[in-house]
C-alpha cells in the first residue's frame, strides 16, 4: 500500500484515502439498511423537514449522507486529479458532486420510508365498510359484540354495537355507519 502512495502528491493521497473509506462505509451502511439492520441507523439528524402525512421527514444531514458526500467527492476528485485539473477545479467539481449525491441519496431514502406501510389501523377508514358479525351484537346496544372486516388491505377484527331492534346474530352482513368510540363501531344489519 505504500509504494501505492508514494508517488502522490498529499492532495492526491487525501483524495483517495477519503475514497476508499467513504465507500468501505458506504456500502456497509447500504448492506444494513437492506437486509434490514435499519433499527442499527447511525442518523445524526441536523435538519428535519417532517413530510405532509406525519411520517418519517425528508433528512438532509445524516450519517449516510455525509458518507455518500465524502465517498463521492473522493473518487471525483481522484477522476479530477487524474484528468490534470487544477486544485482549485478539483476541489469545486467534487464537492458540487458531492453535494449532488447528499440530495439524491436523501430522496433515495425519504420515497423508501414513503413506500413502506405503517399497518397501524386508522379507525376512520372502517366507515361505509362491509363486514360479518363474528360474536353476536346485542340490540339497541345492550351488549357490544365484534365483526370481521376488511380495512387498510387486512382483516381485522373489531368491537361493534348496534342500534337495531334485533340481535345481530353470528354471520350477518353489516356496514359500519359511525365510530362511537377508540375503536368502538357503530353498525347496522344490510338488508338482503
Known sequence: MNEFFEGMSTFEQAYWIIAILGSIIFLIIFALTFI??????????ISDIDADDGGVGFQFFTFKNVIAFFTIFGWTGILCIDNELSTIVTIVISSFAGLLMMILTSLLFFWMHKMAESGTLKIKNAIGA??????????NRSSIGKIQIKVQGSLRELEAVTDSEEILKTSTIVKVVEIIGSELLLVEKLSN
Open 36 to 45: 434490514g439492520a435499519s433499527d442499527v441507523d447511525m442518523e445524526a439528524d
Open 130 to 139: 362491509i363486514g360479518e358479525v363474528y360474536l353476536p351484537i346485542g340490540a
